[in-house]
């Protein structure tokens, strides 16, 4: 399936941009986020995502605390 939305959430911004080119690549529509509560906001924002992409350790909500938000 093509055009999926993903949502990738890694402080490190080269990384994000890395994982974004190769995903708009395949046809995915790719939403970045810099750390956990840019990556919540996101989420409760884009509520047809497909993936959700955690780094672990990040600024402000690590990605444990994302998760475990998400799936509540």
């Known amino acids: 399936m093509r055009g999926l939305k993903i949502l990738v959430v890694d402080d490190e911004a080269r990384l ?10 395949e046809d995915y529509e790719v939403f970045e986020a810099g750390d956990g509560e840019e990556g919540l906001n996101i989420f409760y924002e884009q509520p047809d995502l497909a993936l959700v992409i955690l780094d672990i350790m990040m600024p402000k909500k690590d990605g444990f605390e994302v998760l475990k938000e998400i799936r509540q």
Not at 16 to 25: A, E, I, N
């Open 16 to 25: 994000r941009k890395l994982v974004k080119d190769f995903l708009v690549r």
